[in-house]
């Protein structure tokens, strides 16, 4: 479909949705109810289940069928399937694909993190240690805003040179986690199915997934839009001192 013509519509939301989320929505939700017919799937184009049945649920699987639509509908090859495992509040599984380049991220809690690709094998990954020479800040290319202009001014006040790489879908997080950029400030709306399966990634590599406080992104929460959040690799720099006031 992507080398095809195809018909975008809104969403509600004013988002973009093709044909192409649908599909890949019904083909990752049969093969998902074969490996355990029990186990819930919550996903982007399946729309969110109530809370009062969601609740309920201690695993169940989170899904974005086609993460980074924009960068689909314009061709720029920066989307990806993501696919997690939530147990409790907590991403116990991830594994983001980026279909154009067929290279895969990956990892379970309590293990290393891999990066892999459809001709060579799979490689761990880990994040990078804060080099103040040279900083390095992941952004979005669809969703600019000041509060991240903020973030990279309070930055470039630690570090003699701050570079910014802008790229689309969970492949921001995937790049702080191996080791090629220091931090993603998402200072604006994601929604949990965004983040949860790179959360894992990341988590295993090293790094973190925090609110601008701190604490740990969680899921299966009542509403699923995720508060601002900081992707980040060193843990021994405070990345949240940065984002002091930004909310």
Not at 180 to 185: G, M
Not at 190 to 205: G, I, N, P
Not at 230 to 247: I, K, Q, R, T, V
């Amino acid at each position: 479909m992507y080398a095809s013509k195809f018909e975008v519509e809104t969403k509600a939301d004013g988002s973009p949705l093709t044909q192409a989320d649908r599909r890949a929505d019904e083909l990752i939700h049969k093969r998902l109810r074969r490996l355990d017919q029990g186990l819930p799937v919550l996903s982007e184009e399946s729309g969110a289940k109530a809370f009062a049945r969601r609740r309920e649920w201690s695993r169940f699987w989170l899904v974005d069928p086609l993460d980074g639509t924009n960068g689909f509908v314009k061709r720029n090859d920066e989307f990806t399937v993501n696919i997690a495992l939530i147990e409790g509040s907590d991403s116990v599984l991830g594994v983001v694909y980026a279909p154009v380049s067929g290279i895969s991220y990956y990892a379970a809690a309590g293990t290393r993190a891999f990066k892999a690709g459809a001709a060579r094998k799979p490689v761990p990954i880990q994040v990078k240690k804060f080099n103040r020479e040279n900083a390095i800040m992941v952004a979005s290319r669809s969703h600019a805003s000041a509060a991240v202009e903020t973030y990279r001014a309070r930055l470039a006040g630690e570090a003699e040179q701050v570079e910014i790489t802008r790229l689309g879908s969970a492949l921001k997080i995937c790049l702080v986690a191996e080791g090629l950029a220091d931090i993603y400030p998402r200072l604006g709306p994601t929604s949990e199915w965004d983040t949860a399966a790179a959360h894992c990634v990341l988590e295993s590599a090293g790094g973190s997934v925090t609110t601008l406080s701190g604490a740990p992104l969680q899921y299966n929460k009542e509403s699923l839009l995720n508060p601002w959040f900081l992707a980040s690799g060193d843990p021994e720099f405070d990345w949240s001192a940065l984002a002091h006031g930004l909310e």
